[in-house]
């Protein structure tokens, strides 16, 4: 049986869209969650970034790979449901944690976040991921939208930097374009979600988020996790995350004692 937050119905959207809504999924997170992005701001690690960009206003924080040092993540990937709807949602018999995400808008900050896929940036393959995406505050125009469908693609989207643009690794054929679902006429999800609510997605799904004009911030908390088939895969340059020195090779599962198994089913 599912977890209660899901239905069999979630389960076939996520598999066909690439994205579902979860309600409530951290709901009793909520606190423990802006404490922890509370502390990641005031001591950021190596890969924090402020996404500074000329011609833009605000600030639009960006984190990743704290969980180990910031307890309030920890105990919310140790304790919290996600895992188990991730189990659920992916079909898979095992979820591993990859990393955790924080993305912080403060009011007035114009900067979008890019349509992009997060798959082509990490070194795991396979059909069997997700991602979660959070707010701690309630959003409407500065919430996640996300390409139904578009984890099925034949090709991967280039990954890019987010403030110059730039591609990510020199492409030589294996990624397409970054595209403009509006202008193209792809068939966009978003949400009006409150604290605790999730966006569940593969990390092949396109998605990107408005700027954020509002009074009030937008804080989100996002968990990449994997199941049963997911790979290390070598990709043409450094990976974000890059973690250095993992010494795995093409084809085998991630190394259990860098990213611990939350859930054997």
């Not at 990641?40 to 833009?56: C, F, I």
């Amino acid at each position: 049986m599912p977890h209660p937050l899901v239905t069999p119905e979630m389960i076939e959207t996520f598999q066909r869209d690439g994205v579902v809504l979860v309600r409530g999924l951290f709901a009793d997170h909520v606190e423990a969650l802006r404490a922890g992005i509370a502390a990641n701001m005031a001591a950021p690690g190596p890969y924090a970034s402020e996404n500074r960009k000329e011609g833009h206003t605000g600030l639009f924080f960006d984190d990743y790979c704290n969980w180990e040092r910031i307890p309030e993540f920890r105990e919310v990937i140790e304790t919290s449901p996600a895992a188990e709807v991730a189990a659920d949602l992916m079909r898979s018999q095992t979820v591993q944690m990859f990393h955790d995400h924080v993305l912080v808008k403060e009011p007035g900050t114009s900067m979008a976040t890019p349509w992009h896929q997060d798959g082509p940036y990490y070194f795991v393959e396979g059909r069997q991921t997700v991602s979660f995406w959070s707010p701690l505050d309630p959003v409407t125009e500065a919430t996640l939208r996300c390409v139904a469908g578009s984890h099925r693609w034949e090709k991967e989207v280039l990954p890019t930097r987010w403030v110059s643009e730039e591609g990510f690794f020199a492409d030589e054929g294996q990624y397409m374009p970054v595209p403009d679902p509006e202008a193209e006429g792809m068939r966009i999800v978003e949400f009006e979600m409150a604290p605790g609510d999730a966006v569940a997605f593969d990390y092949r799904t396109l998605h990107g988020a408005r700027g954020n004009t509002s009074n009030s911030r937008r804080r989100a908390f996002s968990l990449r996790l994997v199941g049963d088939d997911a790979r290390y895969v070598e990709r043409p340059g450094r990976t974000s995350p890059p973690y250095p020195g993992h010494d795995m090779v093409p084809g085998q599962r991630l190394r259990e004692d860098w990213f611990p198994v939350l859930l054997r089913r």
